[in-house]
């Protein structure tokens, strides 16, 4: 039954399209789609132009010159955003051109050309990168690939993330500089923010991990300045933060997301004001990104034998695969190693990194019990780990807070219609709906019910064309 829609949707579409020019239309789907109270069986789904065009019930007259394309068994919702997904970094070596990168322009080629595949073979449609970096327009160029919408990434002078970037290597990576002594240097930075097609702004409120807190961020002046600038043109700001003391001061400053988790409980003196800090965070309707796989990331690279984890097959090319396993990623590992008393098996280095996992996933939890929505973000690579692949990432981080006890219907949310509405997208995404965008999944199984559904796609719609999960697998050889 799979392999039979799985073979016949793209098949008839590229043959039929011609004599179709009507669009096409899903016949006897399953529909779930966040703003519905349930999943409403019998319906077919009307494509035109990208876009829904109507739905119907499934005994309903169909309009004439539409292929049809029977979809019983299956269940359509929208297809996945992931809000925090970076596309300009290399899993195993870091940004694109620059150090490890640079030394293997062939494999960063075969990545590129994988990426934006292997987020669609998880069926992840529509991405958000906060911080694009350099080679964001090469993934643009890709013929098929998820909608990519940006943030403008302002640095921190002195600070984060440039103070982590080899000296002289972050030279040309960030595109808005801010002078905070410079009056008015907020508007105009916007402004070219906006011309440029960002649709939100980034920044960082990062003292330091480890144990530096020492490196400069912006003051409560300069937050508010960029603030006001971006509300102006009606841009959120997504604020880099995951300690308490940072994301108190991202909350003061009235920015609109954290764009992690809170992992870090570190705190002078007495008990952390977790508790106190979220509640901040969900009375003042403050988004928050779990990005649960950061951290897991950077566990699973200290993690021995997590090359061999057959989910990777799918999403990576075999000779980056290959790059791999011959130790091209192991500087990384040997960095983080290197925080660890040298003795201490890196099993056991995993899972003390495995720690701030299950804080973030207590704060995801508290915010999920109580009524907060959530973003499905994973922050993918987010460091130059090798475990966090574009795609599985996102699905991962569905498990992970699922794990934490997050509801599958609060996770589907997160994944369609709080991003959307968070960044302004829900006019185009996020639901079914006549004049939506046509990104879609077709699942084996209910999401709803299982959280595992989401990697059991048997169909993904982008734009109206109806492609083949595994059309989408990075190839063997
Ligand atoms: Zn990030």
Known sequence: MTRILAALVPACLAACSAQADNGWVLRDVVLISPEREAPLAGQSVWIRDGRIEAILTADADLPTGVEIVDGAGRYLVPGLMDAHHHVSLVPGMGPAGITVAA?????????????????????????????????????????????????????????????????????????????????????????????????????????????????????????????????????????????????QIALDAELDILAHGLWNWNWPEGDPPVVETLDRLAASGTGYMPTLMVMSGISAQLRPGSLDDPDLLPVVPSALMDFYRAGGSDFFTEELASDFPPAMPREEMADIMGFAIRRDQQATAYLHQAGHPLLLASDCPGSPNHANQPGLCTYREILLMAEAGVSPQAIFEAGTINNARRFGLDADYGTLEPGKIANLLLLEANPLEDVTAWNRIDTVILHGEAHARDSFRAAAD
């Open 103 to 247: 030394d293997n322009p062939d494999l960063v080629a075969l990545y590129m050309d994988q990426q934006p595949r292997s987020l669609l073979y998880h069926g992840v449609t529509q991405i958000l990168d906060p911080s694009p970096l350099n080679a964001w327009r090469d993934f643009e160029a890709s013929d098929v690939r998820p909608d990519l919408f940006r943030c403008g990434e302002i640095p921190t002078p002195g600070g984060y993330p440039g103070n982590q970037q080899d000296e002289g290597a972050e030279a040309g990576l960030h595109s808005y500089e801010l002078d905070p002594d410079e009056a008015g240097a907020a508007g105009p930075l916007v402004d070219r923010m906006v011309e440029d097609g960002a649709i939100c702004v980034k920044l960082y409120i990062e003292d330091g991990f480890g144990a530096a807190s020492d490196w400069p961020v912006f003051d409560a002046e300069t937050l508010g300045e960029i603030r006001e600038a971006a509300h102006a043109r009606d841009l959120p700001v997504l604020a880099h933060a995951n300690a308490i003391d940072m994301y």
